[in-house]
């Protein structure tokens, strides 16, 4: 009964947010289950802003189908009175505050936080000599496809003179690295796959492969880097690592800061015992 709840709250949630204004624009709607409508708007602030850009027709049309089915079974929990439930709507209740805490997080730590530049090469300056690669590893592009004979007529066109980082933009089922080409950055030997691995490494910087089997599809691999165990690390790829260490420093001070502040503003009372059957927490008797 537990999970069956958690799946309704889930399906609430998302109905929610997919359905939250009230005015409708009839050439916006994509689609209608009963009198409840889908816009393109609705479906746009459902989607995370990193994966907006790499959304294709198909991961649209997706989309559509999963609000069409979380609908249906909505409206079907609706009738079964499952909105009605204390529990569901204790649960509606903490994911409601939930979500508004992360935002206000969100928007006070935003204010907080400044890293630099000037911060940043600082420390690059002292310490670049330390950065340096402990073993050897490689940088390349990919285009992923479903089947040998797709793989196949993508690489003919490859050597036909077809522009790897358009086809990988136009093919690829990779849709996060597709929109940067194909690039999937540095890797080593361990965190590839060892057909991948294998064909890459006996790439010659510049070309790409006969399609290659993983347990993802089939790969066209293309080598675009080597490096060498003891190369000095790109300063750019340094300074970004930099970077998200002082940010996220920052981030957990500032965090702790903020909520004690609010806790010391704020009039809080823990009472007494805990739930039967529980041990109390130290401290705390």
Not at 94 to 117: F, H
Not at 166 to 183: E, F, I, K, L, P
Not at 212 to 228: A, P
Not at 257 to 283: C, F, K, N, V
Request: charged share 25%.
């Amino acid at each position: 009964m537990k999970r069956t709840l958690l799946i309704f709250v889930f399906l609430v949630s998302t109905i929610f947010i997919a359905c939250a204004s009230d005015k409708t624009d009839e050439s916006d709607v994509l689609a209608k289950v009963g009198d409840e409508v889908l816009t393109q708007v609705d479906l746009s602030n459902t989607i995370p802003d990193q994966y907006e850009g790499q959304m294709t027709a198909e991961d649209y049309r997706k989309a559509i189908e999963t609000w069409i089915n979380t609908e249906v079974i909505y409206q079907n929990a609706v009738k079964m009175g499952l909105d009605k439930d204390p529990e569901v709507i204790t649960l509606i209740k903490m994911g409601t505050k939930e979500t508004i805490a992360n935002k206000y997080i969100e928007e006070m730590l935003a204010q907080a936080i400044y890293v630099s530049p000037a911060e940043v090469d600082s420390i690059y300056n002292q310490q670049k000599e330390q950065f340096k690669l402990e073993q050897d590893r490689l940088r390349a592009s990919h285009i992923l496809l479903p089947t040998k004979e797709e793989a196949e007529a993508v690489y003919n066109r490859l050597k036909q003179g077809g522009d790897f980082n358009t086809m990988a933009v136009d093919y690829s089922m990779d849709r996060q690295s597709s929109v940067n080409g194909g690039d999937i950055g540095y890797f080593t030997e361990e965190v590839m796959e060892p057909e991948f691995f294998k064909a890459a490494v006996n790439l010659k910087i510049g070309s790409f492969s006969k399609p290659v089997k993983t347990s993802y599809g089939f790969h066209i691999i293309k080598l675009t880097e080597k490096q060498s165990a003891g190369d000095t690390i790109d300063s750019l790829e340094v300074k970004n690592h930099i970077y998200d260490q002082l940010y996220s420093n920052q981030h957990t001070v500032a965090f702790q800061t903020m909520l004690d502040s609010l806790r010391a503003a704020a009039t809080i009372e823990i009472i007494g015992a805990t739930p039967a059957g529980t041990q109390t927490i130290p401290g705390m008797e």
